[in-house]
């Protein structure tokens, strides 16, 4: 019988987070005027824009900038929304080795269309078979690689993260037991875990979400031939 996996709807409630973050900026920026000093909402807009073009411009050109640069903005906003879902009592849809297998596949389909359109098919395909001809299975295999790379790193940093809580949380909800009346209450994991959450939810989440973006532009750019770059 067909099963759907609790990660499904995991994968929903973020995007449906996402949406209503969107629409809600998206007022924003419609009642925004120009000439008023940007805050709050609009600013973190700006700000966020601005460091992703600076990003792309640095490593790739003016075309792919255009280009990237929302699909980009995608990644940071879903992967860091999705990694710090565990504060919010659910389970992060990154800690699902599928769903940071098919963001890394997108990304290296991206990297293998680029690198065609910059250098050409009979550029790219010489290129499979440097410096000789059998090490075209060493140069599959190093593609393959980054696939591997970029969904396994986030796969692993945030399932281990969330493993590693759930085991803090049992041991302090036994430390709790010991202690009459109020032991009952887990409340010892409620005051040490919220630190926790801090560093593995809220600073880990952040910092995988720049290494998948940066590593993203990295080898995008890598693809590309020097005369390409910062056109």
């Known amino acids: 019988m067909f099963e ?3 990660t499904v709807f995991y994968i929903a409630i973020v995007c449906l987070a996402i949406l209503v973050f969107l629409l809600i900026l998206n007022m924003k920026l419609k009642k925004f005027d120009p000439l008023d000093e940007p805050k709050g909402l609009v ?3 700006m700000m966020g824009v ?3 073009e600076n990003m792309l411009k640095k490593d790739t050109n003016k075309e792919m900038t255009e280009k990237l640069g929302p699909y980009l903005a995608f990644l940071f906003i879903y992967i860091f929304i999705a990694n710090i879902s565990g504060l919010f009592g659910i389970t992060p849809p990154t800690s699902n080795y599928s769903v ?4 890394a596949a997108i990304t290296c389909i991206m990297i293998e269309v680029y690198s065609i359109k910059y250098n050409g098919v009979k550029s790219y395909v010489k290129k499979l078979f440097e410096p000789l001809a059998p090490f ?3 140069n599959i295999i190093s593609k393959v690689g980054t696939l591997l ?3 396994l790193r986030l796969f692993g ?3 281990a993260g969330s493993i590693l809580m759930s085991v803090v949380y049992q041991l302090l909800a036994r430390v709790s037991a010991l202690i009459p009346v109020i032991g009952k209450f887990n409340f010892i994991g409620v005051i040490v875990c919220s630190v926790l959450h801090m560093y593995f939810d809220l600073f880990a989440g952040a910092m995988q979400t720049y290494l998948f973006g ?6 995008i750019s890598n693809e590309l031939p020097e005369e390409a770059k910062g056109k």
């Open 50 to 52: 601005n460091f992703i």
């Open 100 to 103: 940071t297998l098919t963001l």
């Open 4 to 6: 759907i996996q609790g």
């Open 149 to 151: 790379s970029l969904s």
């Open 157 to 159: 940093n945030i399932i």
């Open 136 to 138: 075209v299975v060493i």
């Open 43 to 45: 600013l973190m807009a």
């Open 214 to 219: 940066t590593l993203t532009v990295a080898f």
